[in-house]
């Protein structure tokens, strides 16, 4: 079973920048990618970010703005998101999508961005 944390949520203005965490645990054999997605109140769960070994990409939205890292050692995978903006404002999840196609979710961590 694969579980995932994340953290580094909160309240912020805009303009400003958050780093959001994900780490993973539990028995990992393979990992075909992990994703960043996003809630915001009243609205469908959207996509944010994506990595995989083939590369990062992005939501129109955020491109240009967030940036998704991951560092193996740790079992972790990042958000960072500048210039944040009120539209931001959701609970973010991360989800992993493993070898077999199985996904895993984050329980969320929510952004909030004032104007």
């Known amino acids: 079973q694969v579980q995932l944390v994340e953290s580094g949520g909160g309240l912020v203005q805009a303009g400003e920048s958050l780093r959001l965490s994900c780490a993973a645990s539990?028995?990992?054999?393979?990992?075909?990618?992990m994703r960043w997605y996003r809630q915001a109140p009243g609205k469908q769960r959207e996509w944010v970010a994506i990595?995989?070994?083939?590369?990062?990409f992005y939501a129109e939205s955020v491109e240009g703005r967030f940036t998704a890292s991951e560092d193996n050692a740790k079992n972790t995978v990042y958000l960072r998101m500048n210039d944040l903006k009120p539209e931001d404002t959701a609970v973010y999840y991360c989800?992993?999508?493993?070898?077999?196609?199985?996904?895993?979710w984050g329980q969320g961590t929510q952004v909030t961005v004032s104007s």
């Open positions: 989800n992993l999508e493993d070898g077999r196609s199985v996904n895993y």
């Open positions: 539990g028995t990992i054999f393979r990992v075909n990618a």
């Open positions: 990595i995989t070994t083939g590369g990062t």
